[in-house]
């Protein structure tokens, strides 16, 4: 166990819908760290928060963003969702800016129908 | 060419077998070099990092950085069924006043008792 925690663990949605993912990072932990996760595309990041900021973008669409509340917890949400989103999402965190160390979740499966 | 790459496999050994992963990559940027394990249904889970060139060694693991071959190596000692896994590389870079994260599609392992 990481001591990361993404909710929920799987989502079934539809095109065109929007979904809001959920990441808790370690106790301690300041960065946040999203990523997608396809068979064809392997693992692709996201968009990384420190303590609140938007440090690093990746390779995130337009219809995705993201934000890092107080508590540190991170939320990523997906709007007019298409069939090819449907991927594996996981939250990664680390206490350091820098994404040496990073530990992360379990991952939430989206499938768009 | 893209910028991170390493073969898929699948790669099977047998119990006992030392293991040789490898990734290359184009961005003479890169300083960070990182190789996660993923078990199947799991979340990346990291194995080891080393900053620059050279040789890193814990345990059964080996991993080598030579950047002016633009070439990074984890070896596994004497592997183990509980080895078997997809491994990802991962390399980390600023730029532009902006961390930049690349991971390899990964190679599935089997280790064969």
């Known amino acids: 166990d990481s001591g990361v925690t993404q909710t929920p663990k799987h989502l079934i949605t539809a095109t065109g819908q929007r979904v809001t993912l959920r990441c808790s990072p370690r106790?301690?932990?300041?960065?946040v760290y999203w990523y997608q996760q396809s068979l064809d595309q392997g693992l692709q990041f996201l968009i990384q928060?420190?303590?609140?900021?938007?440090?690093a973008k990746g390779n995130i669409l337009e219809r995705f963003s993201a934000q890092q509340f107080p508590d540190l917890h991170s939320e990523l949400n997906l709007s007019s969702l298409e069939l090819g989103d449907s991927a594996l999402y996981f939250c990664?965190?680390?206490?350091?800016?820098?994404?040496?160390?990073?530990?992360f979740g379990p991952g939430t499966r989206l499938l768009v129908l | 060419q893209k910028e991170v790459e390493q073969d898929p496999g699948p790669l099977s050994v047998p119990e006992g077998a030392i293991v040789s992963l490898n990734c290359t990559y184009s961005?003479?940027?890169?300083?960070?070099f990182m190789w996660y394990r993923q078990y199947s249904r799991k979340g990346p889970e990291l194995l080891m990092y080393?900053?620059?060139?050279g040789n890193k060694e814990d345990g059964r693991f080996t991993a080598q950085v030579d950047k002016s071959s633009k070439y990074i190596s984890l070896f596994i000692r004497d592997s183990q069924p509980s080895d078997s896994a997809t491994y990802l590389c991962?390399?980390?870079?600023?730029?532009?006043?902006?961390?930049?994260?690349?991971f390899g599609k990964g190679t599935k392992l089997t280790v064969n008792p």
């Open positions: 990664a965190s680390s206490v350091e800016r820098g994404g040496e160390t990073q530990y």
């Open positions: 106790s301690g932990d300041l960065s």
């Open positions: 928060y420190y303590n609140g900021e938007e440090r």
């Open positions: 961005n003479s940027a890169f300083q960070y």
């Open positions: 080393t900053y620059s060139s």
């Open positions: 991962a390399m980390r870079a600023m730029e532009g006043g902006s961390e930049k994260l690349v």
